[in-house]
């Protein structure tokens, strides 16, 4: 298995446009998790899902982000409008329990300027 | 509610100096807890969990529930240890605490 694997690596965008994030967790996977790096906030976990449900979104700063889980290998996470203090590096990790196993993505570092 | 305290957000250390990163919860049951380790612009991994007592890189966590601690250390630091830190609390999700960043200088 390729492990977690996010895509893009780096996005670059101007404030006001929106941005979608990829995530394809490891097979078998039950759980998936949003978190989002800053070097003044550390990590912060935005949502989860189980068997694609989202289940916790409390994390989720407002109503510009949106996250979905069409199916048990794929997931996204969009920004619409984007704003400069939306850079940050977002991550995505599965695991087969929850809290326990977490496997993370390269992550995507993005920058709105 | 359950939570991760690591009161460093930076620890500067010299090549084979030994090096302790602090981490306190607060759980009401008995708590499992993880260090995960990131390297320069790497994914996080998993460096160790308290249960399986083992060392890894060279570094130990020993959870005194007296003291609601679980430090990570390290009797010699090396240059590769230089990363950041996150203490972990599993519940019904993965709690971190806010990370401490480790540069070992030479």
């Known amino acids: 298995d390729a492990g977690v694997i996010q895509s893009p690596r780096h996005e670059v965008t101007e404030m006001g446009q929106e941005v979608t994030l990829r995530c394809k967790p490891i097979?078998?996977?039950?759980?998936l998790f949003w978190y989002r790096q800053t070097m003044m906030r550390g990590l912060e976990l935005l949502i989860y899902?189980?068997?694609?449900?989202?289940?916790?979104d409390s994390g989720m700063p407002e109503d510009r982000f949106s996250a979905k889980m069409p199916n048990a290998s794929f997931s996204t996470l969009k920004i619409q409008p984007s704003e400069p203090r939306d850079s940050a590096v977002y991550f995505c990790?599965?695991?087969?329990?929850?809290?326990?196993?977490?496997?993370f993505g390269s992550g995507t570092r993005l920058t709105v300027v | 509610a359950q939570r991760v305290t690591q009161p460093e957000k930076l620890l500067s250390v010299f090549k084979g100096a030994p090096v302790e990163l602090k981490c306190n919860y607060s759980?009401?049951?008995?708590?499992?807890l993880f260090w995960y380790v990131q390297y320069s612009r790497q994914r996080l991994q998993l460096l160790l969990r308290h249960i399986s007592r083992e060392s890894i890189k060279g570094f130990t966590a020993d959870l005194n529930k007296g003291e609601t601690s679980f430090h990570l250390k390290k009797p010699f630091a090396q240059e590769e240890d230089s990363a950041m830190y996150y203490c972990?609390?599993?519940?019904?999700?993965?709690?971190f605490g806010a990370g401490t960043t480790v540069t070992v200088r030479a």
């Open positions: 097979s078998g996977h039950d759980y």
């Open positions: 899902f189980n068997n694609n449900v989202p289940i916790d």
């Open positions: 990790a599965s695991s087969l329990e929850a809290g326990y196993g977490y496997t």
């Open positions: 759980y009401s049951g008995s708590p499992e």
């Open positions: 972990a609390l599993p519940d019904y999700k993965l709690s």
